[in-house]
């Protein structure tokens, strides 16, 4: 029988020490994070070698930073990141974000921090 998960069941994890995450769905071809990230709340700058992602936004207003050039996302829209872009993802705003990350394969053990990046 499936079973149904939410942010309740899930594994939860904290980032960047404000950032809160539930890993709705964890395998090794496919994960499915939904992330809140508050006001001021930022990502390093990292490259995935074989995870392509997308990102989507369920709630809020986000700039996903690439090396390919910036991009605004607000609710209801979302971006694909592919293997080998550098990126980072910020919450500028006043309010709180909430989104969906879905990786495949999944992400974990397949990140490399980019060191000078701002």
């Known amino acids: 029988m499936p079973t149904v998960i939410d942010c309740t069941s899930a594994h939860h994890f904290v980032w960047g020490g404000i950032c ?5 769905l964890d395998r090794e071809d496919l994960s499915v994070i939904e992330e809140l990230v508050p006001a001021g709340g930022e990502e390093e700058w990292h490259v995935h070698a074989r995870a392509r992602q997308l990102f989507y936004v369920l709630e809020g207003s986000a700039l996903m930073r690439t090396e390919e050039g910036d991009v605004q996302l607000d609710r209801g829209t979302s971006v694909e990141i592919e ?28 990140r490399t921090t980019v060191p000078g990046r701002d």
Do not use: E, K, Q, Y
């Not at 809160?20 to 709705?24: E, N």
């Not at 080998?84 to 495949?104: E, K, M, Q, Y």
């Open 20 to 24: 809160d995450g539930w890993r709705l």
């Open 83 to 110: 293997p080998g872009v550098a990126h980072t993802f910020a919450n500028s705003g006043s309010g709180d974000v909430r989104l969906l990350i879905i990786s495949s394969p999944a992400s974990r053990g397949d």
